[in-house]
């Protein structure tokens, strides 16, 4: 490495290895004096990618395909790698430089905030060819400036390599900046070069780890261990993982003397970092720091360690005012010195440097924040701006794995909150702060407007459309988490207008972002109920992306089956099932492709694909298609939790919660209650970690999940469930009244079920005025999106009146509600008929309830003949609800004395039930059930005895197997329906028999009355 890095000269002050060698003049030195480890630094350090302890491994093809890129002098100057912690991406480039050595090239790695000056102090080296890289691209603030330096630069051959942890805003944002970046950009690829987390595919982890034991034992001046047995879990390991595990390993041997040596490779971090830390020990010891009356505890030093790598220091002043953070430590000079020592700055734009590799500084720095909230106190406050970003940066990295990270930074995020929005620094520091914040994040959803509001003040529209167009549409999604529908759609109308006008220039540089753009603006449409110009937006970008995958599918499929997703989410909004059930398979079987060859990349997206699959198929009556559909979800989201909980535990959640919805809709109720529990336990879980991010979450399944104890019956347990989702809604909506009030009303809606169903009638009739009052507020401002809310909401009220006698005002409410729906379905008949008919329904029991019978016939025609044409065109869809609006037609008959009429609409709805409750036993025999116990006392009256003898003993039968499986739900429906069996035996002579019926009958309500019998 000296050799690569010497021939750059010393313009860019001392390279790593000659701090190496300094280090080890150093130690030299003061052998004679104290009794050290026999390495310059911790043993973490033979880790590092510079050291090159271990051979090259691997990476054949992305080593040939680099150099071929640095030796085409057609090609362009800027190339990407990208992959997760640990996959080798440093040590590809070190690899590459070297290779290039011998090719006269020279070799620049470019320190933190060394960008905007990288090329210009290139200039003195005297090199014609070089290769410059960027590590953590993605965190640097100046990188586009180092990008227009490179474009400018025609007197030599220079190749920037680019690393990061993955694409993102950052590069969204490089491929919006000036003429020049953007072109070095889009020579660059979307994606650039992903490392997967095996090296080779020629040799196991296994064989991987056995040969770099040879090497860290070599390294370490001792004797290899003979016997080792190794735990691996399924799956390859990162390159690091499994070098860090051959180094505890050696370590391990030193320590143990036994013959074999066991280890499991999720363990070897935390182990290596305990081998860390003994050596921080050995190292304060030797210095004097330990065991004297004023010497530091072991849990100082690893807090002083945690805080200088977490915050840094640009010199020794500000390292003083690091260690004076920790209580207990003197701020001394010595102690200063002796942290710069144990781990020197990689630039001298830093006076301390940081634990490497740096997962292992992020398992440190987490671990030590998260078990000391003094600590946290102290390191996470006052910070000036550069620590605030170094801090930032590194616990946002390791939130992406470790569970305390996530909550840490939470902490650290009020104390850069209040500068977010006004704080003065260049362009490219604010979009760093942006892209460190995590979305979406309700306290912070703001600072996020302000922040992107300044980032737009500081581009020239005329220069930058594009960088304008990106900032506007990043704006609308913070707006709308703000509740700010109405300037969402704006600001996305602007940026899409902007991509229309970019597209007229270059295509096919273009096209991609306005169908991104569009998509967009479609969610949003949808949000605000403007589905019809919703639809317009989403077949525009299905449009485009059907063409961009047409000529690249493998860059643009993805995006395809995306939006043909968003396609199917709309038809299903407009009442167009049909065609939004053809897109929703279109979305699963390109997904279903793309994970055949991507399974790491692409197999969640599959099951979410899947799950809104279901969804559709379940909306479509095809319950047990949803079913599969949902349950293939589960199993592949069960499969990704069990390698990466982190990443996948909500979406597990949320597909097992949908499971359990899937259940319910076919009226296993018992089957689903244990996946609708074990999702809420996940989310509940998640949202006490990160409240911010989650509560809504859990609100909004807590509210589902009553609905699922309600249909067992258990209608107690059920209350809290509901009163708890409304709780955790009204503070939300409290702090954010646009975005969750209408959450807020949807929950107090279930909430007013729940207390129908205990009788607490009048608490039901006070929660659903509020919903009411809520509903109403929110459709005079947005009537598109609202007012079929409205109606509904209003359809309960008068479900409530009616409840409490009030029948006068619930007639009146019931005819507002099919007022507003009879607009509705003027409009967009497709889309809200089905509504249209069941306030009609209501309607007409409210007209029954004040005696108005002949107009409660009325409604209750019209509502029949919207459901039979409904279920003409669709009947997998609507022929349930037809069947249920022939049995109240049947019912309103009867009151008018036609009983030949109403027989005729009851045995039509038996006869339509019968075919569900045969396919799907369990979710339409409750429905026929019903139907037969109104159609055997009919029978009966019109002296039909036998006919009504065997519906009343079907009735029976089918509600005594209700019963024994959900006793609290079907009970009071068995008692009726033998005591009308009884009526109809006394009318055939059949007293013996009746008598067993009441028999069996009393002690139904011995089982609910106790003592009262």
Same mark, same amino acid.
């Given at each position: ?529 403007? &589905? /019809? #110009? @919703?639809? %317009? !937006?989403? =077949? $525009? ?6 063409? +961009?995958?047409?000529?690249? *599918? ?68 095809? &319950? /047990? #298609? @949803?079913? %599969? !559909?949902? =349950? $293939? ?6 499969? +990704?939790?069990?390698?990466? *909980? ?68 258990? &209608? /107690? #347990? @059920?209350?809290?469930?509901? =009163? $708890? ?11 954010? *009244? ?68 009030? &029948? /006068? #005002? @619930?007639?009146?409410?019931? =005819? $507002? ?11 967009? *008949? ?184």
């Amino acid at each position: 490495m000296g050799a690569v890095v010497g021939g750059v000269g010393t313009a860019f002050g001392p390279t790593l290895y000659e701090r190496f060698r300094r280090k080890a003049d150093e130690h030299e030195a003061a052998q004679e004096a104290v009794e050290l480890l026999p390495l310059m630094q911790g043993p973490a350090q033979l880790l590092y990618p510079l050291r090159g302890v271990i051979p090259f491994e691997g990476r054949k093809r992305e080593l040939e395909e680099l150099t071929a890129w640095c030796l085409d002098e057609s090609a362009g100057a800027v190339r990407l790698v990208t992959g997760p912690g640990g996959v080798g991406k440093t040590r590809l480039a070190w690899e590459l430089g070297r290779s290039l050595k011998d090719k006269g090239w020279g070799y620049f790695y470019v320190g933190d905030d060394q960008e905007a000056d990288a090329i210009s102090r290139l200039q003195t080296a005297g090199l014609s060819r070089i290769l410059v890289v960027v590590d953590y691209a993605e965190t640097r603030i100046g990188l586009s400036s180092l990008l227009v330096e490179v474009a400018a630069d025609k007197d030599r051959q220079v190749r920037v390599l680019l690393l990061a942890r993955s694409t993102g805003e950052w590069w969204r944002h490089l491929s919006a900046g000036s003429v020049r970046v953007r072109q070095l950009v889009a020579d660059a690829g979307a994606d650039g070069i992903v490392l997967s987390e095996s090296v080779t595919a020629e040799k196991s982890d296994l064989e991987l780890i056995w040969e770099a034991v040879p090497w860290f034992a070599a390294a370490l001046k001792v004797e290899p261990p003979a016997n080792i047995k190794m735990e691996l879990t399924p799956g390859r390991k990162r390159i690091l993982d499994l070098h860090a595990m051959a180094l505890v390993i050696v370590l391990r041997s030193q320590q143990e003397n036994n013959e074999s040596i066991s280890i499991k490779t999720e363990h070897v971090l935390e182990e290596l970092l305990g081998h860390e830390r003994r050596f921080w020990l050995q190292s304060a010891k030797a210095r004097g720091f330990l065991h004297s009356p004023t010497g530091l505890t072991a849990s100082a030093i690893e807090q002083v360690i945690a805080a200088g790598t977490l915050l840094g220091a640009r010199d020794k002043e500000q390292a003083l005012e690091v260690i004076a953070r920790i209580k207990g430590v003197p701020a001394t000079a010595a102690i200063a010195e002796w942290l710069r020592e144990l781990y020197p700055p990689d630039d001298d734009q830093e006076w301390l440097g940081r634990i490497r590799p740096d997962r292992l500084a992020e398992l440190h720095v987490t671990r030590e924040l998260a078990n000391s909230p003094e600590l946290r106190a102290t390191c996470l406050t006052k910070l000036d701006r550069r620590q605030a970003r170094r801090a930032l940066i590194t616990l946002a990295r390791a939130a992406a794995e470790l569970d305390d990270a996530q909550q840490v930074f939470q902490e650290l995020l009020p104390e850069v909150a209040d500068d977010v929005g006004t704080i003065e620094a260049p362009r490219e520091t604010l979009i760093a702060i942006h892209d460190a914040i995590p979305h979406p994040s309700l306290g912070l959803a703001e600072d996020q407007v302000l922040l992107i509001k300044r980032i737009l003040d500081s581009i020239s529209a005329e220069v930058e459309a594009e960088e304008q167009a990106h900032w506007l549409l990043a704006l609308g999604v913070h707006l709308k988490e703000l509740g700010k529908f109405v300037s969402a759609i704006q600001v996305e109308r602007e940026g899409v207008a902007i991509y229309r006008q970019l597209v007229d220039v270059d295509p096919d540089r273009h096209r991609s972002n306005l169908a991104w753009s569009l998509f967009k603006l479609s969610m949003t449409l949808g949000e605000l109920g403007q &589905h /019809a #110009d @919703a639809l %317009s !937006a989403i =077949e $525009e970008s299905v449009s485009i992306y059907r063409k +961009l995958a047409d000529t690249r *599918p493998d860059r643009y499929r993805s995006n395809l089956a995306d939006a043909v997703s968003r396609l199917n989410m709309t038809l299903g909004e407009l009442g167009q099932h049909a065609d939004a059930l053809s897109a929703i398979e279109e979305s699963v079987s390109i997904y279903r492709k793309l994970a055949d060859t991507r399974p790491d990349r692409y197999r969640s997206d599959l099951a979410d694909a899947l799950s809104d699959f279901s969804y559709r198929l379940a909306q479509l009556r095809r &319950h /047990a #298609d @949803a079913l %599969s !559909a949902i =349950e $293939e979800a589960v199993t592949i989201y069960q499969e +990704l939790a069990s390698t990466h *909980p982190d990443l996948y535990r909500f979406s597990l959640a949320r597909a097992l919660f949908n499971l359990g919805a899937a259940l319910g809709d076919m009226g296993r109720y018992i089957d689903a209650f244990p996946k609708a529990e074990e999702a809420v336990a996940i989310y509940r879980e998640i949202a006490d970690a990160y409240p911010d991010r989650y509560r809504p979450d859990l609100a909004s399944v807590l509210s589902s999940f009553s609905a699922i104890i309600g249909e067992l019956g258990w &209608h /107690a #347990d @059920a209350l809290p469930k509901a =009163e $708890e989702a409304v709780a955790i809604y009204r503070e939300i909506a409290d702090a954010y *009244p646009d975005r969750y009030r209408p959450y807020l009303a949807r929950s107090l809606s279930n909430l007013s079920y729940r207390l129908s169903w205990i009788g607490r009638h009048d608490d039901a009739l006070s929660v659903t005025r509020e919903t009411v009052t809520i509903y109403r507020q929110l459709a005079d401002a947005h009537p598109d999106r609202y007012q079929p809310n409205l109606a509904d909401a209003l359809s309960n009220l008068g479900a409530a009146l009616s409840e409490l006698d009030q &029948h /006068a #005002d @619930a007639l009146s409410v019931s =005819e $507002e509600a099919v007022t507003i729906y009879r607009e509705l379905a003027a409009a967009s *008949p497709d889309r809200y008929a089905r509504y249209l008919a069941n306030s009609l329904f209501n309607l007409s029991i409210g007209f029954s309830q004040m005696d108005r019978h002949a107009d409660a016939l009325s409604a209750t025609k019209q509502a029949v003949a919207i459901y039979r044409e409904l279920a003409s065109a669709s009947p997998d869809r609507y022929l349930p609800n037809f069947a249920n609006s022939l049995c109240r037609l049947g019912h309103q008959l009867s009151y008018l004395g036609l009983h030949a009429e109403a027989l005729a609409a009851e045995q039509e709805a038996v006869a339509i039930y019968r075919e569900p409750a045969n396919i799907y036993p369990e979710r339409y025999c409750p429905d026929l059930a019903h139907s037969l116990s109104h159609l055997g006392p009919r029978l009966a009256l019109l002296g039909q005895l036998p006919e009504a003898l065997i519906a009343a003993q079907e009735t029976v039968d089918i509600y005594r197997k209700l019963a024994g499986a959900y006793p609290e739900r079907y009970r009071s429906d068995l008692d009726k329906s033998l005591h009308d069996l009884a009526d109809i035996l006394l009318q055939l002579g059949r007293e013996s028999d009746a008598a067993s019926a009441v028999s069996e009958a009393l002690l139904i309500l011995d089982k609910d009355e106790g003592s009262h019998t």
